[in-house]
Structure formats: structure tokens, C-alpha cells
């Protein structure tokens, strides 16, 4: 299984759907799926206090007791991901294993594997 493009040798080629056949996904591990809407939770939630800190008096302490807890679990989550990290690398290995027709991205060369 080769990864680049047969015809120009770029790395920058691309699955294409294949008609027919279900799309094969990779299995993304809940600890990532829980990890991104924590990052987002935690930057609003710092944006917030920082508005409250320049426009009003401060950012209360319920908000600041909501941007630690959130903090943390944006800590928890990650190391958790960092721990599914190998699996996930594997089931991205087999999707790209599984994946039949390709497309290049430089000369828009298709072939199939
Ligand atoms: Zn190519």
C-alpha cells in the first residue's frame, strides 16, 4: 500500500467515495469527542471573564469556579486522548488501508489501490 500519487509521486493525495459502498470512517475515540467541545467551552468561558474583567467589575467567582472545573476536564480529556492516541492511530491505518479509489491533489490523477 502505497501513499503517494503513481503518477507524480506527490504525498497529496485524497480518498474518494466510492459509489455503492457505505463511506468507511475512522472510529475517532470518544475521549477527542468529548475534548473539542471542552476547548470551546473553556475558551467562551475565558472570553467571558476577560469582557467581565474590562467592563465590569471582575469576573465573578461562580464564572471563575466554572472556568477551573472546565480547565480540568479539558486536562482529563486530553490525557485520556493522549492515551487513545494509539488506537486511533491504528483505526486510521486501516481506514487508509480499506480505502479503494484514490485522487491526487497536485495532477488530479485517480487510480485504484
Ligand atoms: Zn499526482
Not at 13 to 41: E, H, T
Not at 52 to 81: D, E
Request: glycine letters at 4%.
Amino acid at each position: 500500500m502505497q501513499y503517494r500519487c503513481p503518477q507524480c509521486q506527490s504525498p497529496k493525495i485524497m480518498p474518494q467515495a466510492q459509489a455503492g459502498a457505505p463511506a468507511a470512517r475512522p472510529v475517532v475515540p470518544k475521549s477527542l469527542v468529548f475534548l473539542i467541545p471542552a476547548i470551546f467551552v473553556l475558551l467562551l468561558l475565558v472570553l467571558i471573564s476577560i469582557a467581565m474583567w474590562i467592563f465590569g467589575n471582575g469576573a465573578g467567582s461562580t464564572l471563575q469556579v466554572a472556568t477551573v472545573v472546565v480547565f480540568i476536564v479539558c486536562v482529563i480529556a486530553g490525557f485520556l486522548f493522549y492515551r487513545d492516541l494509539p488506537d486511533f492511530k491504528i483505526s486510521m491505518q486501516a481506514f487508509m488501508q480499506s480505502q479503494k479509489k484514490w485522487k491526487c491533489r497536485e495532477c488530479n490523477h485517480e487510480w485504484e489501490s
